[in-house]
Nanobody, 124 residues
């Protein structure tokens, strides 16, 4: 059983930074890809970044150059360091565990496991 739990969201001013954390209490963490998605009202849940089981990273769109995803398999945790945040980054961010990083299209699909989400609000 995979249970994901996100933390680290909050309110930050534009230009600030946040570090999101995702913990996984299941037994397949080290063999799965872990991704961060976000949901902005009115839009589909979209991929932000993904890290494979061997540590390869992928970033989508505006996350490139500003966000960094990393994982600590020993602690069954994944992190998303978000720098230079912008108001358009405001969303609920979700941790997702699946057998691979699904990049095309970079949208949520009906596989894998999801956390409950953590809200990020970036003020102008």
């Amino acid at each position: 059983q995979v249970q994901l739990a996100e933390s680290g969201g909050g309110l930050v001013q534009a230009g600030g930074a946040l570090r999101l954390s995702c913990s996984d209490s299941g037994s397949i963490f080290s063999t799965n890809a872990i991704a961060w998605y976000r949901h902005i009202p009115g839009r589909q849940r979209e991929l932000v970044a993904c890290i494979t089981s061997d540590g390869s990273t992928h970033y989508i769109g505006s996350a490139k150059g500003r966000f960094a995803i990393s994982r600590d398999n020993a602690k069954s945790m994944v992190f998303l360091q978000m720098n230079n945040l912008k108001p358009e980054d405001t969303a609920v961010y979700y941790c997702h565990s699946d057998r691979s990083c699904f990049l095309d299209p970079p949208l949520a699909r009906g596989t894998g496991y999801w956390g409950q989400g953590t809200r990020v609000t970036v003020s102008p």
